[in-house]
């Protein structure tokens, strides 16, 4: 059973850094992705950046510049370093395992992030 537990989120003002830590278990198979993905309440959930198991990085406009995404293949983990924090990037944080064959996205339970004025 494939299992995603998300930490480091919290509280943090303006300006400020925070880093999110996922570490999956539970993984037999090969990963073709792992990501971050953010949702705040009414929206859809968007993505944060990806990291391809031959380390590509993607990142969302928004973000870019000011986050950073570090995967470890071995250790199947995934980390997101933020800095210079927004009020807008408030938001519920979610860990992604994409499957290479078939695609399957598995999703960790979700960190909250506030980012206050």
């Known amino acids: 059973q494939v299992q995603l537990v998300e930490s480091g989120g919290g509280l943090v003002q303006a300006g400020g850094s925070l880093r999110l830590s996922c570490a999956a278990s539970g993984i037999t198979f090969s990963i073709n992705a792992m990501g971050w993905y953010r949702q705040t309440p009414g929206k859809q959930r968007e993505l944060v950046a990806t990291i391809s198991s031959g380390g590509r990085t993607n990142y969302a406009d928004s973000v870019k510049g000011r986050f950073t995404i570090s995967g470890d293949n071995a250790k199947n983990t995934v980390d997101l370093q933020m800095k210079s924090l927004k009020p807008e990037d408030t938001a519920v944080y979610y860990c992604?395992?994409?499957?290479?064959?078939?695609?399957?996205?598995?999703w960790g339970q979700g960190t909250q992030v506030t980012v206050s004025s």
């Open positions: 992604n395992i994409q499957k290479r064959f078939p695609r399957i996205d598995y």
